[in-house]
């Protein structure tokens, strides 16, 4: 369970990425909602990464 929560903040980035880019190569750019997932996805994965690093660290 360490593991994953170590991880799911790069999982979602990727994701999130991942989403994006296959909306581009589908041409379906122009629906503004379907662009707010990845949008969401990437945010909160680098709001969970840096809480996970912050978390992980000793200062």
């Keep these: 369970m360490k593991f994953l929560t170590k991880y799911i903040g790069l999982g979602l980035i990727l994701a999130g990425v991942a989403l994006l880019v296959t ?8 629906v ?16 969970c990464h840096v809480w996970a690093m912050k978390r992980q660290s000793n200062y």
């Design 32 to 47: 503004n909602m379907l662009l707010l997932i990845p949008l969401f996805l990437i945010v909160s994965g680098i709001v």
């Design 23 to 30: 909306l581009h190569v589908l041409h379906v750019t122009f």
